[in-house]
T-cell receptor, first 115, second 113 residues
Framework: NAGVTQTPKFQVLKTGQSMTLQCAQD?????MYWYRQDPGMGLRLIYY???????DKGEVPNGYNVSRLNKREFSLRLESAAPSQTSVYFC??????????????FGAGSRLTVL | GENVEQHPSTLSVQEGDSAVIKCTYS??????FPWYKQELGKRPQLIID?????GEKKDQRIAVTLNKTAKHFSLHITETQPEDSAVYFC????????????FGSGTRLSIRP
């Protein structure tokens, strides 16, 4: 049982390049989230998917797109990377129902540097 | 939209003393308030949570209190130990199956030996 798996763990991009961060969970969770973590800024929500087939904007969606490919997978795409997108990105999931509805299980994080 | 403010941003306490971290939230419909701990280089992990139908919850040395009228909640750590050194995040959301979970900006807690 791997939990939440993110790839890649590290990535360096040049300004204007595109890339996709992959996230998969094996806990049969309904809801999935993408956060970015910057020093002093905490965890800011980029996008979330309450259930398969739905996605919604969070606090800082500009410059990003997401795809909920199926129940297990939720990807984050940067179409034209900018230095302001240098950050650590965390994917997380929740059961979305029941006693653990809103308890987040996080992936290990992906450190992205945009030059 | 929902906004969560957290104070202080850094906190240093003597080992054995208590630490208190405070958060306020803006969405009056929020009814679920978790706290996460992030050790250096690790992912955040849930340490305690509270729902709005209770005012206080304890788990050994940690406790959370909630004041819904004032829209603030706090984390209390008693008898602090070196392993309590970490960044702590509060969060707020509506307890449902389709909910944003918004975090505060974090508190870096250091325990002095």
């Amino acid at each position: 049982n791997a939990g939440v798996t993110q790839t890649p763990k590290f990535q360096v991009l040049k300004t204007g390049q595109s890339m996709t961060l992959q996230c998969a969970q094996d806990m049969n969770h309904n809801s999935m989230y993408w956060y970015r973590q910057d020093p002093g800024m905490g965890l800011r929500l980029i996008y979330y998917s309450a259930s398969e087939g739905t996605t919604d904007k969070g606090e800082v969606p500009n410059g990003y797109n997401v795809s909920r490919l199926n129940k297990r997978e939720f990807s984050l795409r940067l179409e034209s990377a900018a230095p302001s997108q240098t950050s650590v990105y965390f994917c997380a999931s929740t059961e979305g129902a029941g006693a653990g509805a809103n308890v987040l299980t996080f992936g290990a994080g992906s450190r992205l540097t945009v030059l | 939209g929902e906004n969560v403010e957290q104070h202080p941003s850094t906190l240093s306490v003597q080992e054995g003393d208590s630490a208190v971290i405070k958060c306020t939230y803006s969405d009056s419909a929020s009814n679920y308030f978790p706290w996460y701990k992030q050790e250096l280089g690790k992912r955040p992990q849930l340490i305690i949570d509270i729902r709005s139908n209770v005012g206080e919850k304890k788990d050994q040395r940690i406790a959370v209190t909630l004041n819904k009228t004032a829209k603030h909640f706090s984390l209390h750590i008693t008898e602090t130990q070196p392993e309590d050194s970490a960044v702590y995040f509060c969060a707020a959301s509506r307890y449902s199956s389709a909910s944003k979970i918004i975090f505060g900006s974090g508190t870096r807690l250091s325990i002095r030996p």
